[in-house]
T-cell receptor, first 114, second 113 residues
Framework: EPEVTQTPSHQVTQMGQEVILRCVPISNHLYFYWYRQILGQKVEFLVS????????KSEIFDDQFSVERPDGSNFTLKIRSTKLEDSAMYFCASSTDRDQETQYFGPGTRLLVL | GDSVTQMEGPVTLSEEAFLTINCTYT??????LFWYVQYPGEGLQLLLK?????DKGSNKGFEATYRKETTSFHLEKGSVQVSDSAVYFC????????????FGTGTRLTIIP
């Protein structure tokens, strides 16, 4: 069964460094999403992406964040200058049609900012 | 804004026990409601969903009924198994064209033999 994959599974970085989290969505999906979960808190929506542009973003998704689909398979989340509070589990998801509502999630990348 | 409040965990039950995980929501209009499950080391998987009032979602022996009058979507299973041990997330999606899912905090369920 097709699945969303994410790399790396864990990443440790120093405050102020740039990180890129990678996701490979399911191949025929058109909508892509990033969510995050700070330890002990709710899973929070960050951004959705369709047709090579952001279609919706939350207030968390400020200028330090960016997303890109650099080729036909990868979907990346970049954090330009990481802060301690960016430490979280980051989930990528994809769906075939936003109206269909079923989003398929990857296993997550655990980011630790020191 | 939209929000989901979920029963705090962790929850520990014996095999074959009855399970209820409570979920209530706040949203304008008529959102769609979901339960996602996360098994150890894996991503969030859709367990079941309901898109309108009084709908019952069901899968793998789990059920949840969309109760508009109580704004609830409680997850139930009559007889749990060790393999049901996971984290369960209640979520909603607004019907106002938003694409995002709004999640609860998740409930960790452990089933002991």
């Amino acid at each position: 069964e097709p699945e969303v994959t994410q790399t790396p599974s864990h990443q440790v970085t120093q405050m102020g460094q740039e990180v890129i989290l990678r996701c490979v969505p399911i191949s025929n999906h058109l909508y892509f999403y990033w969510y995050r979960q700070i330890l002990g808190q709710k899973v929070e929506f960050l951004v959705s992406f369709y047709n090579n542009e952001i279609s919706e973003k939350s207030e968390i998704f400020d200028d330090q964040f960016s997303v890109e689909r650099p080729d036909g398979s990868n979907f990346t989340l970049k954090i330009r200058s990481t802060k301690l509070e960016d430490s979280a589990m980051y989930f990528c998801a994809s769906s075939t049609d936003r109206d269909q509502e079923t989003q398929y999630f990857g296993p997550g990348t655990r980011l630790l900012v020191l | 804004g939209d929000s989901v409040t979920q029963m705090e965990g962790p929850v520990t039950l014996s095999e074959e026990a009855f399970l209820t995980i409570n979920c209530t929501y706040t949203a304008t209009g008529y959102p769609s409601l979901f339960w996602y499950v996360q098994y150890p080391g894996e991503g969030l998987q859709l367990l079941l969903k309901a898109t309108k009032a009084d709908d019952k979602g069901s899968n793998k022996g789990f059920e949840a009924t969309y109760r508009k009058e109580t704004t609830s979507f409680h997850l139930e299973k009559g007889s749990v198994q060790v393999s049901d041990s996971a984290v369960y997330f209640c979520a909603l999606k607004s019907n106002f064209g938003n694409e995002k899912l709004t999640f609860g905090t998740g409930t960790r369920l452990t089933i002991i033999p």
